[in-house]
């Protein structure tokens, strides 16, 4: 679409744009949602699983006699199917590597589930869950990533499944994958400069606000039915259909609201095959709630250890780079290959290089196993890339911006959306105004240098860009799967109803969707209503991951918007006999009602509600449309983080009094939830450069913060920067593929901030820091050279 | 792995009384089996972690006799009145910043809501933030069983981490301590990893003034030792001198030496060393400011 369409089509936007009150917002806020955990049965059950407290041990066996006496229904490794699957199914089934079970006799972390027991209270089941005994014999354990590769290193698994073909374990790499553009050899020969260094990012736990909860209703005819913590109500479904054998016709899983997800629900988590299982076993509901502990022995988010190698001209054109990472997986294979993809994809998307090479090891320890977290690889790569950008600047004295702008990957070039088989040309990109614009907010060129800055307290500032996808489509299919269904319904009042099987993580993902319908249908807001969803009544819906919402599923909704628009203009067109093509439709400024109109003909005109209720009574059916609809591009939604810090160089404390935060996220459909992400992916970046991470003690294998936030901390709206000091700004831009312009930006708002956090230290201090996160021990000892983990020699 | 703060398993009997009498005719009946329900900030989760199992809860929240709030020779704080209570008692009072300031960095609503000064007395933590402040207040701890009612100093309160002097049928009534004198003046510092947290570090500090010469001081430190600690040596550097930078400098020197911090989750022993004589320089300065008017 060209720039005179596009501002056409801008300027007669209605609802996509405004600021809205979001549908589920009253119920949030005065407490009456309804969560998986909030919900009751007649005749429920509460469960409870036995972990292990060995960080690997295989079960000899096991006693639940006491915990049965109790009245407790118990199920062990006997009573479930053994089938060894993967939790997360975003990927095609042969890149899908399978390696665990509802309930293994071998656990590879402290935690793992061996036995799981229903009762009559949750206190019950926890009495009779510890009345089960069970004999361990302890094996081996090895927790660094390093030590795993060794030859002497335990064996954490012999095999796993590679789709349904066995896959040897060799020296507990889980999976290996290199990507190569040109010859990174003859590129760093025609280098004038090569830069090389090594960063490590934290091993951070999710923290969403809901701790992981299923609730399961075995059904008369042997089917089930499910309400649980989910980002996929369908995956969920298909997943349960092969591990528990059952048709999936007789599986009806709803869509239950959810406390939050940052990715920790992409798969579906393990408390829902166990609560399944027992629910199976006891012929009643059963209701599993993870304590917060038990939650943090579940999943982490991937950390990395990077080297990486750029090669410059003097001019600051880059040449070639090569990205090695090794990352540790805890336990379990949940999708490091397709993360390694992605590594590579985020690193030839961020700055042009003709030659190229990545190579992503992925191992095995016996830690809590990594799943996706906001950003999939993304903060750790551009972490470690947006570092370099600034070290390479230094040395060939150019600004740091100036030298970002002249290597950015952008408009009509190639971008890899979800690794080296998604991929696709970028159509709209903001990436040079937010530099240029929000450099003179955060004051860039009175940042000064550290060599000039004195006293106990200095400022720095620092910036970081980046982007993620929107979605993982693509004109051919790759490894990933990806696309949404949507169905629109005009009722016969004129309301719409829309009907998605995507999820909403807070973001507001379902709002943006009735959003983009209404401003299709010409309906207003208010009219449309997002509709509960289970997997009996929606079409199939990938996972809403991968910053996909807004771009991919409201790109379904706006197609069957469409479709049932045309249903309804058909119907119209008998009614007022005017040819439905040149009829439109607009909201009534009073009413809201969707207006049917011919442009300069007063008399042709119709609610939509008169042409529905009509259409009934005449027996011409329903104005309804599903669509299945797959994107075809991925978008980068481009992210700019300039944030300034304060150190304290007597305690090492660093706070971020301001900050300017920019997305260019094609038209923004809600303003006020888009600065929310950008706010809420500012705190959490900040806390992956100075605060989160999960150490092991290496004897036990328990986490040192044991899994409780007594210590493992987060940063609150206390912590931050007050409103007014965080400026957020979107980029103006408009994606000619996405619905009215619109591309994703959840996991971008993460992405760019601890390179943005670790620049500006480096600019109060002339410290660079290369291992986050960074806390005030280490500052303190970089500061006084002291001997410190984590600190590089200066 | 049971770890969990969540369900609560032990069964015990929850007892409500509803006059002083009664609470401690139940401990003393009880024994070691009862636990004294305030806040339960810190009591509940213990419970849920399985560190204490008491057979019998006894419930003091709504005991008018732990809620004096009085000030006149004596500042008197009822051991039952929330922290939500007291700030705005002290900060009406317009001269006992230190603790006001340490129960303010508490900050959290929810814990301010329900969290009491005897609760945090009585939880015996090294970390707790009203120990320091009210140690530089030396302050006592009025305590109570049904056959005796004892007057213990703050400084004697306090016997190993989670240790208190406190017999299993006697109950913390109120703390207190003398009024300041005209001129003397209170400031608390403390370092946190994120606003809601357990103390890393924590210094409190009171002071007079005649002139530049310090005629009275005391310093009092958190989470540097089994206990809450006084810096005495340091104390007794300062008291009766003149106050200038090398005084300060010595005397902060002097901390360090004396507290004898760990290595810990929140931070190292190296840290807390560091930032203790950071902390006092500057609780001590905010009190040396105070005190000039």
């Known amino acids: 679409m060209g720039r005179e369409a596009r501002e056409m089509e801008a300027r007669e936007l209605r609802t996509v744009g405004a600021v809205t009150r979001r549908k589920d917002g009253l119920a949030k806020v005065t407490g009456t949602e309804t969560y998986a955990s909030d919900m009751e049965l007649p005749y429920m059950l509460h469960a409870r699983v036995l972990r292990s407290p060995y960080p690997h041990a295989r079960v000899v066996s096991i006693d639940t006699s006491a915990a049965e006496r109790m009245g407790a229904i118990c199920i062990t490794p006997d009573d479930v199917p053994d089938i060894r699957y993967n939790e997360r199914q975003v990927s095609v089934p042969v890149k899908t590597y399978r390696d665990r079970t509802v309930l293994p006799w071998v656990v590879r972390q402290v935690g793992e589930g061996v036995a799981a027991v229903a009762a009559r209270t949750e206190a019950l089941a926890e009495r009779a869950m510890r009345a089960i005994k069970v004999e361990w014999e302890e094996l081996p354990a090895v927790f660094d990533a390093h030590k795993a590769m060794a030859d002497d290193a335990p064996q954490i698994y012999e095999n796993v499944l590679l789709g349904d073909a066995e896959f040897p374990i060799e020296h507990n790499v889980a999976c290996f994958r290199q990507v190569s553009v040109g010859d990174v050899a003859v590129g760093f020969e025609e280098a004038d400069l090569i830069v090389e260094r090594e960063y490590q990012t934290g091993r951070v736990y999710h923290a969403q606000m809901e701790p992981k909860a299923a609730l399961c209703r075995p059904l008369a005819d042997g089917g089930i039915e499910l309400w649980a913590t989910l980002q996929s109500i369908h995956n969920t479904r298909q997943l349960l259909g092969r591990i528990f054998d059952l048709p999936l016709s007789r599986i009806r899983v709803h869509r239950s609201t959810i406390g939050g997800a940052f990715g920790s629900s992409i798969q579906m988590n393990t408390p829902v095959a166990i609560c399944v299982a027992l629910a199976l076993k006891a012929r009643k509901p059963v209701k599993l709630v993870l304590t917060r502990e038990e939650d943090m022995y579940d999943h982490c988010k991937y950390p990395a250890e990077i080297s990486l190698k750029y090669g410059v001209k003097r001019d600051g054109t880059i040449v070639a780079g090569e990205l090695k990472t090794l990352v540790d997986i805890g336990a379990h294979n949940i999708q490091a290959y397709p993360l390694l993809g992605c590594m590579s994809g985020w690193f030839v998307s961020l700055y042009r290089m003709p030659h190229m090479n990545f190579e992503g090891t992925a191992v095995y320890t016996n830690k809590t196993p990594a799943c996706a977290m906001q950003g999939y690889g993304n903060p750790d790569v551009s972490f470690a890339v947006e570092s370099h950008m600034d070290i390479i600047a230094e040395k060939l004295d150019i600004d740091p911006i100036e030298l970002r702008i002249k290597n950015y990957v952008g408009l009509g070039e190639e971008f890899w959306g979800q690794g080296p088989t998604v991929r696709s040309i970028i159509r709209s990109c903001g990436v040079e105004e937010m530099l240029r614009k929000g450099a003179p907010m955060i004051g860039w060129d009175e940042r000064g240098r550290p060599e000039d800055k004195t006293g106990r307290y200095r400022r720095g500032i620092g910036v970081g860009r980046t982007f993620h996808t929107s979605g993982t489509g693509a004109a051919m299919p790759g490894e990933v799967i990806d696309y949404s269904t949507a169905m629109v319904t005009v009722n016969e009042d004129g309301s719409v109803d829309m009907s998605t099987a995507l999820m909403c993580h807070g973001g507001g993902t379902l709002d943006a969707c009735a959003k983009l319908v209404a401003e299709e249908m010409g309906v207003s807001f208010d009219l449309v209503g997002v509709s509960p969803a289970s997997t009996t009544d929606t079409g199939y819906d990938v996972c809403t991951h991968a910053t996909r919402g807004v771009y991919c599923g409201g790109g379904s909704a706006v197609k069957a918007a469409k479709s049932a628009k045309a249903v309804l203009l058909d119907f119209a067109s008998r009614l007022i006999e005017v040819n439905p093509e040149a009829l439109q439709i607009a909201p009534d400024p009073v009413t809201g009602e969707g207006v049917i109109f011919l442009e300069g003909a007063a008399d042709k005109r119709i609610t939509v509600g008169e042409v529905a209720k009509t259409a009934q009574l005449k027996g011409w059916g329903t104005a309804i449309a599903v669509e299945s609809h797959r994107m075809v591009n991925c978008p980068p939604c481009f992210v700019t983080n300039f944030v300034e810090v304060e150190v304290d160089t007597w305690t090492g404390e660093v706070r971020v009094p301001r900050a300017v935060c920019a997305v260019d996220a094609g038209t923004v459909v809600n303003p006020d939830l888009a600065a929310g992400q950008l706010e809420g992916g500012l705190c959490r970046g900040i806390g992956q450069a100075l605060l989160e991470d999960t150490a092991y003690d290496p004897v036990t294998g328990e986490m040192t913060c044991g899994g409780m936030y007594i210590d493992y901390k987060l940063y609150t709206a206390e912590d931050m920067a007050p409103v007014d000091d965080v400026k957020v700004f979107f980029a103006d831009t408009y994606e000619p593929s996405g619905p009215f312009g619109a591309k994703g930006i959840g996991e971008a708002a993460n992405n760019a901030v601890a390179a943005a956090v670790m620049n500006a230290l480096q600019n109060a201090l002339g410290i660079r820091f290369q291992f986050i996160p960074i806390t005030p021990d280490m500052i303190l000892a970089a500061i006084h050279g002291w001997a410190c983990e984590g600190v590089l020699p200066a | ?293």
């Not at chain 2, 009491?116 to 120990?131: E, F, K, M, R, Y």
């Not at chain 2, 507290?259 to 500057?282: H, N, T």
Request: proline fraction near 5%.
């Open chain 2, 1 to 293: 792995m049971t770890v969990n703060t969540r369900v609560l398993i032990n069964d015990f009997t929850y007892h409500v009384p509803s006059t002083l009498a009664e609470a401690l005719g139940f401990l003393d009946q009880y024994g070691e089996d009862a636990a004294v329900l305030a806040g339960g900030t810190d009591l509940i989760i213990q419970m849920k972690l399985g560190r204490r199992s008491p057979k019998f809860l006894v419930d003091v929240s709504k005991l008018e006799e732990l809620k004096h709030l009085e000030a006149g020779e004596k500042i008197l704080i009822g051991a039952g009145r929330r922290y939500m209570d007291v700030l705005p008692f002290l900060q009406g009072l317009g001269r006992y910043h230190g603790l006001a300031e340490a129960i303010d960095s508490i900050g959290k609503l929810q814990v301010l809501s329900v969290a009491t000064v005897g609760g945090n007395l009585g939880n015996g933590s090294p970390a707790a933030d009203t120990p320091p402040p009210l140690m530089t207040y030396d302050a006592s701890v009025r305590v109570r069983s049904a056959h005796q009612e004892r007057v213990v100093p703050l400084r004697e309160f306090h016997t190993g981490p989670g240790a208190i002097v406190l017999a299993p049928n006697e109950i913390i009534v109120a703390v207190e301590f003398d009024a300041f004198p005209d001129g003397r003046a209170s400031a608390f510092r403390k370092l946190t990893r994120v606003a809601s947290d357990i103390s890393k570090v924590t210094c409190a500090v009171a002071v007079e003034r005649a002139g530049e010469t310090c005629t009275h001081c005391r310093i009092a430190l958190g989470a540097v030792g089994p206990t809450p600690l006084r810096a005495r040596s340091a104390e007794a550097a300062l008291e009766g001198r003149e106050v200038d930078a090398s005084a300060v400098e010595e005397c902060a020197r002097l901390i360090v030496e004396e507290i004898s911090p760990i290595d810990d989750i929140r931070c190292s022993e190296k840290y807390r060393r560091e930032a203790a004589g950071v902390l006092f320089r500057d609780a001590f300065a905010s009190a040396w400011e105070r005190a000039k008017c």
